[in-house]
């Protein structure tokens, strides 16, 4: 069974965790993604001090996993701002189109699994901060 824990700027979904001798993980499209995943990536032996994301997405929507160690995620939609620490196997962060994310604090060995609803395009990344804040209030006022 998936639960669904609100954050201030997103939310966690959880997913089953089958504990025998191992423990396993279950996510599953349609149950645990909110979109058909055209991409999974994955990330590992960032250093500590090395923040990474710094972007957002114009269209693509991603849900992370932190299955090992530990990373705090920012979010912000142009307005407000959020920390999530993520270190929960079986919780995953969903992060929208149109949101800006910076990755800090990595553990020194954290992984993460990123499920991922577009293929790899760099025309999709909103690299810049500034565009980034125009582009979001915009769409945050017209909505
Ligand atoms: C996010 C975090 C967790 C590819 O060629 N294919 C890919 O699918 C990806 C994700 C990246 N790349 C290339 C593009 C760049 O030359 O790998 C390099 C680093 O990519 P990026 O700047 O996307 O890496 P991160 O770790 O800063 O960010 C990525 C996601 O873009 C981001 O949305 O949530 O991983």
């Known amino acids: 069974m998936n639960t669904i824990k609100k954050t201030k700027l997103s939310h966690i979904i959880k997913v089953p965790h089958i504990a025998?001798?191992?423990?396993?993980?279950?996510?599953?499209?349609t149950k645990s993604v909110p979109?058909?995943?055209k991409r999974?990536?994955?990330?590992?032996?960032?250093?500590?001090?090395?923040?990474r994301g710094?972007?957002?997405?114009?269209?693509?929507?991603?849900?992370?996993?932190?299955?090992?160690g530990k990373v705090t995620l920012l979010?912000?939609?142009?307005?407000?701002?959020?920390?999530?620490?993520?270190d929960k196997p079986n919780e995953?962060?969903?992060?929208?189109?149109?949101?800006?994310?910076?990755?800090?604090?990595?553990?020194?060995?954290?992984?993460?699994?990123?499920?991922?609803?577009?293929?790899y395009s760099e025309s999709d990344y909103i690299r810049d901060y500034k565009t980034f804040i125009q582009l979001a209030q915009k769409n945050l006022w017209l909505s």
């Open 20 to 29: 025998d001798e191992a423990s396993l993980c279950v996510v599953e499209e």
């Open 35 to 37: 979109f058909p995943i």
């Open 40 to 51: 999974v990536y994955y990330i590992f032996n960032s250093p500590e001090n090395t923040p």
């Open 54 to 68: 710094k972007h957002a997405h114009k269209k693509t929507q991603q849900l992370l996993f932190c299955i090992r």
């Open 75 to 86: 979010l912000d939609n142009g307005l407000e701002k959020e920390a999530i620490v993520i």
């Open 92 to 119: 995953g962060v969903f992060l929208d189109a149109m949101m800006w994310h910076e990755m800090h604090s990595f553990s020194k060995d954290a992984i993460l699994l990123v499920f991922a609803s577009d293929l």
